[in-house]
């Protein structure tokens, strides 16, 4: 397992950007897929964006095009940027390992996008 720390969040208007971290208590380097999710009050955690640890990205429909993914396993972190921000894309936002590891669940970090 890994302690996960998430970090970056804010609050910013319709059409701005944001970068989130995700910081590693260990390396994340034999952990083949890591990802960012998301979650609102009343709703699941879903899966926003995936990437492997040969680069590979997969990203959610809802973010596609506007949210990239990114590791640096020398640092043992998972960013997050995320542009052209719409109000429905606030949420605590979490990282994991995909699938997740259920004892591995940071505080997350919120984003608010006001309109």
């Known amino acids: 397992q890994v302690q996960l720390v998430e970090s970056g969040g804010g609050l910013v208007q319709a059409g701005g950007s944001l970068r989130i971290s995700c910081a590693a208590s260990?390396?994340?380097?034999?952990?083949?897929?890591m990802g960012w999710y998301r979650q609102t009050p009343g709703k699941q955690r879903e899966l926003v964006a995936r990437v492997t640890t040969g680069g590979s990205t997969t990203y959610a429909d809802s973010v596609k095009g506007r949210f990239t993914i990114s590791r640096d396993n020398a640092k043992n972190t998972v960013y997050l940027q995320m542009n052209s921000l719409k109000p429905e894309d606030t949420a605590v936002y979490y990282c994991n390992a995909v699938p997740e590891w259920g004892s591995s669940w940071g505080q997350g970090t919120q984003v608010t996008v006001s309109s």
């Open positions: 260990r390396s994340i380097l034999s952990i083949y897929a």
